[in-house]
């Protein structure tokens, strides 16, 4: 019975789904049909206007903006269209940014962990403006994993990348969600990665 309405007049309404914790989903539609918007509310970053969403045992359309800020902290990563990299840091303090916005201790190792697996460790302190569109993309994968999340989500990670680089993403971010034991779930209107999973959700 899940809801959104921006205006409150235009009002999307989302089938029932359900993903299981570990699996893997994509959420397939054209663009304007309401994917990002599922994605934001399924990421806490919004309240839906009407109807229920349980993400990791949480019933996060009951929850106050700050025990959403919290909850999203410490439980999910998320992977934007654009990167929203800080510019002032290097790369590897956006990767520790994180850490501190979601209340656990910075880690320095961590985040170089997580960079060499992303194969970017060299770029560890390079401030953004230094680095190329898809190693600002690494980045920002490497941003959403780095706590450990419980869920992963990307939003149209392969929009604007050729045949060869969108399976290396597809299967990096995969790869990440297998090492972090985390759900993943990718809105897009690519039809090239809809055959990489097998729960999918068409809006």
């Known amino acids: 019975g899940l809801k959104h309405s921006y205006d409150g007049d235009n ?33 806490g970053l919004m309240p839906p206007s009407a109807g229920s969403l349980q993400v990791a045992g949480q019933d ?4 106050s903006k700050t025990k959403l800020d ?22 590897k303090e ?5 850490q501190y916005l979601g209340h656990q201790n910075t880690s320095s190792k961590r985040a170089e962990e997580v960079l ?8 560890s302190n390079r401030k953004v403006h230094q680095i190329s569109q898809g190693q600002a993309q690494r980045v920002s994968i490497g941003r959403a994993v780095i706590n450990h999340p419980k869920l992963l989500l990307a ?13 290396k993403v597809i299967d990096l971010l995969k790869n990440q969600a297998e090492e972090t034991g985390a759900t993943l779930i990718v809105a897009t209107h690519d039809h090239r990665v809809k055959s990489a999973f097998k729960t999918q959700l068409a809006l």
């Open 70 to 91: 919290r909850f999203r902290g410490e439980n999910i990563g998320i992977i934007f269209q654009k990167p929203h990299l800080v510019r002032s840091l290097t790369v």
């Open 11 to 43: 009002i999307i309404q989302y089938p029932d789904w359900e993903v299981d914790e570990g699996h893997h989903a994509i959420i397939l539609g054209n663009s304007g049909c309401g994917k990002t918007t599922l994605l934001h509310l399924i990421g």
């Open 116 to 123: 060499d697996h992303l194969g970017i460790k060299d770029l």
């Open 155 to 167: 939003d149209e990670p392969t929009a604007s990348l050729d045949d060869e680089n969108c399976q």
């Open 94 to 98: 956006n990767l520790m940014l994180p």
């Open 60 to 63: 996060l359309s009951r929850a």
